[in-house]
């Protein structure tokens, strides 16, 4: 079955690499404390978004979370240059086009 | 009719803001120069950013990100950032450069969201045949950018739901678009108030 996307952007609290360990690391994150913040809702934990209004029980929460596992870390953004350098580049481009 | 099947996209349109007027007041020695300036460097941005350019159409770019089912979230990055960069080069280099050269000031506007597109093959046999992007988010997409303003960004509530936070934060509903007598709400985006780099 095709599971519906959701997105929660999360802020790294802390990256450690497990003690003895060559390739295993603890990382805690949190949701983005900008838009996310931790209330209580008829004496449950709730995660809230502040900015579209949508309340997340913890238990709901927790059973996302584990939906996760076995999901790649991925990173795969476009390789392109800061805007103030992409503004020179494509000056040039442009410029190369119309000469 | 060939359906090669559903796929997940991201979808902008970029025109010019009256470009018809301006055409028509232009000589006609200055009209493939009018749009090779403007489209040119869109179809490069776009691909830049790993989109693929779907059929020109005059002044009208359309930039399709097809989201793959695992590792979706960079796609969805991409794609709003490079509708940031549209948006920065056409002010600061390709309307700056074509009124060096004497052609009218450019200015875009852009539509974008996202949703479920199908695939197929539309022709006759005898006819050459080509894959065609059909799907509710395109026409709705066509839309939203109608509500942009010039070097305004404008995009629809399933986009808006799967942006980074960063971008989220620079949002700001509008009133809806009426589709279909429901109501869909819309955002415009205001790159002004985050750092691109």
């Known amino acids: ?99 | 009719m060939a359906d090669h099947g559903s796929i997940e996209v991201v979808v902008i349109y970029a025109d010019i803001v009256g470009s018809t007027k301006i055409v028509n007041e232009l000589p006609e020695s200055k009209i493939p120069l009018f749009y090779k300036i403007y489209c040119n460097e869109l179809y490069k941005i776009i691909n830049d950013f790993k989109g693929f350019v779907y059929k020109p159409v005059g002044d009208e770019v359309i930039g399709i990100f097809f989201i793959p089912e695992t590792g979706w979230i960079p796609t969805i990055d991409n794609s709003i950032r490079c509708i940031s960069y549209i948006r920065y080069v056409t002010k600061y280099v390709i309307s700056q450069i074509a009124e060096s050269i004497s052609l009218p000031k450019i200015q875009c506007r852009i539509g974008a969201d996202y949703g479920v597109a199908q695939i197929v093959d539309i022709g006759v046999e005898g006819i050459k045949i080509s894959a065609e992007i059909l799907g509710n988010v395109m026409n709705v997409t066509a839309k939203i950018r109608e509500k942009s303003n010039p070097g305004e960004v404008t995009i629809g509530q399933k986009y808006y739901e799967q942006l980074h936070t960063d971008y989220k934060l620079i949002c700001k509903k509008i009133n809806p678009l009426i589709i279909n007598k429901t109501e869909y709400n819309i955002y415009h985006v205001n790159f002004d108030n985050i750092k691109n780099s």
């Open chain 1, 1 to 99: 079955m095709k599971r519906e996307k959701g997105r929660i952007d999360c802020v790294i609290q802390k990256f450690e690499r497990i003690p003895g360990s060559d390739n295993l690391f603890r990382i805690s994150m949190i949701p983005d404390p900008r838009v996310w913040e931790l209330i209580e809702e008829d004496g449950k934990e709730a995660w809230y978004n502040k900015l579209d209004h949508v309340l997340i029980p913890m238990e709901e929460f927790k059973k996302a979370v584990k939906t996760m596992k076995g999901i790649p870390i991925v990173m795969s953004n476009a390789k392109v240059e800061n805007i103030d350098e992409y503004l020179k580049k494509s000056e040039k481009r442009v410029k190369d086009d119309i000469s």
